[in-house]
């Protein structure tokens, strides 16, 4: 596997679902979970792997894996991160950890099979269903019901805007499988950062040693519908103003907090009834407050309480709160990984993760190990997202020594 | 034709779209533009008028006529208003002036052919095509292309947001005419006031002297889209959080205006790529600004430039504005309505409509007459709107009354 293949091939992954026509300057990707782009990136992906002795299947929540089993009944690292993506944006935000799993445990097998690698667990990559959450909420779907947090029954009934169910969905490009999934005891994940901490301290690899607390919810704000042109200030019961007020108080949280220590952001909003000349008479909205702890989220959750019971003329409420808690990553698993690092010359920096990932709801669960290449100017969630390909060409060499390393048995035997 | 008549018949009317089952304590209607349910309404009241010697045929842009021509080749008068609505709006809106003129006409035809009544012009009823503006932008559409300040191909190639054009849609509930319709000499219409001034007053008819000045305007807010787990605030250019900021703008615009001086609102927003946990990247809205005289809607237009160009973070403009300049009702008309109420027995109030009615299109070209009956607390564009319902018989009788007088050629002959 050269690095000239490697990118060739990362190239061809972003053709399915690419936002603009080859040759243009700035491509991203529209490839959004089980549309017919994301089916056809997940079978090109399996089909090479399947090319290569790996065994493909799905799991009963639209999970791919890629399988292959040297030690029968024993568990497996798990390599891997998502196909899907968010409207619009850019090409690396999953499918690139994908790749680099693929071609990694490619070079692992062909290691095992010529004697030069002897393994104590199995081996397997995997596509999650739905990580961003962009036509199904919550994110982190596939991997959180793998792990158990999400009941499988609910994760299958939720809808998109449209109204299609996961399971319906899943059925609809051939992914809904009936089993369980191999069970992973490693995980590890390559991921692009998404910010700039890595850029800005000039280091190609990144070891995330833990998570920020997340708190993701839906508000409401109710008002009433009148006519825009007759009906007189004093009897407006405006749900779009009562929603702005809201849009710019977590936007004043955020601000006013020390730097670094609080995001807060609507990304939906939709109006009802939505229509010119008519006083909205419903708002809704998905916002997300993150911090480096639980407390300052709470903190600002508290504070956004308030500003909803101090508004005037309309009502609003807090519904479908979902809260993620900041949790240590594998200690050990960070250790190794920076060994891997040092291994092929890469510098590495230990850092935390604000956005959530597959390997964070694995690390619930299963001994984790995440690492990052930088995002040019931490641009993300956007066609212009971009990795120096140096950068990636590292990630995927650490990844590889990272998961060798994992498959021998390291660190300490393989029962920590 | 009896009050019970009018009454039955409006209930009747109600059921096209109705937004609650039979029965319901608050029962509105969804009868939006050239849908199933507005094809049905004019059906029905088309069904009767033909019934009663009148003749139904769509124009060009698909205003529904429906007509009676004593003297060959002689302009009519023209009563009506419009079946469309908003969504969930109430089941007065339009419907109630398209049904009272309906009974007028027939109840005036009845004399014409008893010989009780000697008319000067024609006669004919009309349901306006997509008044709301609620499927198609912009609002008045069928009778400003009836008028001609809208061109019938521009019209016609008007997309709803499924893309659906008002030609196709005309075409799929068979309402797309090739004629230009019976030439107006007089316009009248009978509407609910949409506010509170006839109720303060305790008074049941308004005759409407002028229109207040209107701007109505699109804006779009370009931003740049980002992960809003990872992305820091000083990298983040967030158009929801430019876009609140225009909203809350509008809003202060209006509140800080001597009292009743100004109104200015925005009744659709929507928000690109709208997913959660991606910054938006693109917000575009709908709003209109109303003040009696252009001079408060131009200032107020001048402020939200302001306050567009001093927007940090994003960047924003103002596309597709529509002014409606301020305009006096034809003068002999408001004296002509006031005699009719009188006759009667009405008591009568002259006033301003800061909402636009098709009545308000049609004065540009042809002598028009407006008359409002009060709305219980000055509700509209919801599905509790209401009158009552000795206002509405009222209504009828002051339309009929005044139709009779312009079909006699008064006032001051017919041709002032």
């Known amino acids: 596997m050269t690095p000239d293949a490697f990118l060739a091939d990362l190239d061809q992954l972003s053709e399915f679902g ?29 089909d090479g792997l399947a090319g290569n002795g790996f065994g493909v299947e799905p799991d009963r929540i639209g999970n791919l894996f890629a399988s292959i089993e040297w030690l029968p009944g024993a ?40 004697g030069e ?9 995997v596509d999650w269903f739905n990580e961003e959450g962009a036509r199904f909420t919550p994110s982190l779907l596939g991997s959180s019901t793998y792990t158990g947090a999400l009941a499988l029954t609910d994760a299958l009934a939720i809808e998109d805007l449209a109204g299609v169910s996961v399971a319906d969905a899943l059925r609809g490009i051939g992914c809904l499988g009936s089993g369980g999934g191999p069970v992973a005891d490693r995980y590890l994940e390559l991921h692009i950062e998404q910010g700039r901490e890595l850029e800005n301290a000039g280091v190609e690899i990144g070891v995330v040693t833990r998570n920020w607390a997340v708190a993701k919810f839906t508000v409401v704000v109710h008002g009433d519908q009148a006519h825009t042109g ?72 508290r504070e956004f309480d308030t500003a909803m019971a101090d508004l005037t003329e309309v009502t609003a409420e807090r519904a479908r709160v979902k809260v993620r808690p900041p949790r240590e990553l594998w200690p050990d698993g960070v250790a190794l990984a920076e060994k891997a690092a040092a291994e092929v010359g890469a510098r590495s920096l230990r850092l935390a993760t604000r956005a959530g990932h597959d390997a964070i709801a694995l690390s619930a669960r299963v001994p984790t190990v995440l690492i990052f290449v930088p995002s040019r100017d931490g641009i993300s969630h956007n066609v212009a997202e971009d990795t120096d390909p140096d950068h990636l060409l590292a990630g995927v060499e650490v990844l590889t020594a990272t998961a060798r390393r994992l498959l021998r048995g390291e660190p300490g035997g393989d029962d920590e």
Do not use: K, M
């Open 18 to 46: 690419a936002t603009a026509p080859a040759g243009a300057a700035v491509r991203g990707v529209d490839r959004q979970a089980a549309t017919p782009e994301h089916a056809a990136a997940r079978r090109w992906v399996a």
């Open 75 to 114: 568990p497996a690292l798990v390599l891997g991160s998502h196909l899907d993506s968010q409207p619009a944006a850019g090409r690396l935000d999953g499918a690139y950890g994908v790749l680099a799993a693929a071609h990694a445990a490619t070079r692992l097998a062909a290691e095992v099979a010529a």
């Open 117 to 125: 690698l002897t393994p104590v667990r199995n081996l397997a990559v």
């Open 230 to 301: 007759a009906t007189a200030l004093a009897d407006r019961h405006d749900a779009l103003v009562g929603a702005a007020r809201l849009v710019l108080t977590l936007r004043e949280l955020a601000a006013e907090a020390p730097p670094g220590q609080l995001l807060a952001s609507v990304g939906r909003l939709r109006v009802f009834p939505n229509s010119p000349v008519v006083v909205p008479a419903r708002v809704e909205f998905e916002a997300d407050i993150r911090g480096p702890e639980t407390e300052q989220v709470s903190r600002a959750l």
